[in-house]
């Protein structure tokens, strides 16, 4: 199954149409008001926001080399949106609009995409709390206007759950260039943006509910890996572009390959490239003394914590337990929501089995179908730092945004896991074709890019 196919009569879809338009309108001025009124205290990283509005200064003036003026281990990609802008000489409260638009047309498109699905008058009312809830987090309010990615990244993950619900089999190619955005975006939050793609296709690909699961699941994965294929393009073009910057390959490789290595704890990095082995030897000793000037912290993480050794495996839980612990409001509120959306799912489930009158077998599988998927979806905010635990323990302040895509990605999991088969047109797609093995080549080109890399120069 694959995108929403509506086959209501002419006057009910016409009205589920409007009503869809109406809530997506309405979320869509939420995130405008949110973000808007929280223009004046933007609390993003300092040094990403002044990397951007001086990097794009000068890139107007034509300071730079081959689209490089000195931040060279990052995608430049928010720098280039700032940097097309300058020549208007906006005022930087005025820039600040174009992330907080952008998400406005996110929250709206995803909202409008899900409605048609939503089964229940329950359903939908999850959908605009689920998003209200996402939007009313300081973490997101207070972030909508950042010029550096930390704004986008959340737009786009509202994107890719969007985009896995409406995509078709002859649609599919969109995934790829849409990563390929994603790779020019910010690296950060690539991984849980690929789970919010795999969740949604799973969904999907599980909606018949005699669906065979392991085939659904490879066609989910075939799904994300078109994403994946995109931001696989984006780096190696990201890699080419280094390569012209520095006038080498070999200085190309250890800047971008290198700092990876890096912030992934491996210990050729600091062969590779030295310079960015020092600098995560300083984010250590600065996340060390914001441990130490923190008592209470010890007592979360342990008394040997130790931030040269951010432990990959503990990093996410206990970050995300610490900055919720002190503010029980916070932990208060997430445990609302948990509570409404069992209320939902619950719902969900009851209705699924009124009109269908299942056995117990498919009763168990629609369960399990939907616990992968909420398990993917918790899983997707802490991949970044079980991934690059280096980069993450020196990124303290932004660890606990990253849970945002797990909110984000739970909000579809009810709708879509009810949703009536007949909303979407049947596949006919086989599981793998010439294509796929094509979306496949970049993936493998940039592995081998790596692995050659830390075996050539570390």
Not at 336 to 345: E, K, M, S
Not at 404 to 421: C, D, G, H
Not at 432 to 453: E, K, N, Q
């Amino acid at each position: 199954m694959d995108a929403p196919s509506h086959n209501d009569g002419d006057g009910g879809g016409s009205r589920t149409s409007l009503a869809a338009l109406l809530a997506a309108a309405l979320a869509g001025c939420v995130s405008l008001f949110t973000g808007y009124s929280a223009l004046e205290s933007v609390p993003t990283g300092p040094y990403s926001e002044r990397i951007v509005l001086e990097e794009a200064s000068r890139m107007a003036e034509g300071d730079h080399r081959f689209g490089i003026v000195e931040y060279s281990h990052y995608p430049n990609g928010p720098t280039y949106i700032v940097a097309m802008l300058r020549p208007l000489d906006l005022r930087v409260a005025t820039l600040r609009l174009i992330p907080v638009a952008v998400m406005a047309l996110a929250v709206g498109w995803l909202v409008f995409v899900l409605w048609p699905l939503a089964a229940t008058t329950v359903s939908r009312a999850w959908i605009l709390v689920g998003i209200g809830e996402l939007l009313l987090q300081p973490g997101v309010r207070h972030w909508q206007g950042a010029l550096h990615e930390h704004s986008y990244v959340v737009s786009l993950t509202l994107v890719a759950l969007a985009l896995s619900v409406v995509v078709t089999p002859r649609s599919s190619w969109v995934l790829a260039p849409f990563g390929f955005v994603l790779g020019w975006i910010g690296y950060d939050w690539i991984p849980g943006q690929l789970t919010a793609v795999l969740v949604g296709r799973w969904l999907i690909h599980c909606v018949e509910p005699d669906a065979n699961l392991l085939r659904a699941g490879l066609r989910a994965c075939l799904d994300a890996m078109r994403v994946a294929s995109g931001v696989a393009l984006a780096v190696l073009g990201h890699l080419l572009q280094l390569g012209f910057y520095f006038g080498s390959v070999e200085a190309a490789l250890r800047d971008l390959i290198g700092s990876a290595a890096g912030r992934a704890g491996l210990e050729a990095a600091s062969t590779i490239n030295p310079d960015y082995g020092s600098l995560l030897e300083e984010g250590a000793q600065r996340m060390q003394a914001w441990v130490e000037a923190r008592p209470d912290f010890e007592s979360t993480y342990g008394e040997d914590y130790d931030a040269s050794d951010p432990q990959r495996w503990r990093l996410p839980g206990i970050l995300l337990t610490y900055f919720l612990k002190p503010r029980w409001t916070s932990t208060v509120e997430l445990a609302g929501l948990a509570l409404a959306g069992i209320v939902v799912l619950a719902e969900g489930l009851r209705v699924w089995s009124r009109d269908r009158q299942p056995s117990m077998g498919l009763l168990a599988r629609r369960v399990l179908i939907g616990a992968v998927a909420v398990v993917l979806a918790l899983g997707a905010g802490a991949f970044w730092s079980v991934l690059l635990p280096n980069h993450a323990s020196d990124h303290v302040h932004s660890v606990p945004r990253h849970y945002f895509m797990s909110m984000a990605i739970l909000v579809p999991i009810p709708i879509l896991l009810f949703a009536a088969p007949s909303r979407f047109a049947p596949s006919k797609e086989g599981l793998l074709s010439l294509a796929d093995w094509l979306y496949a080549v970049p993936l493998l080109a940039l592995g081998v890019v790596f692995i050659a890399t830390v075996v050539w120069l570390g």
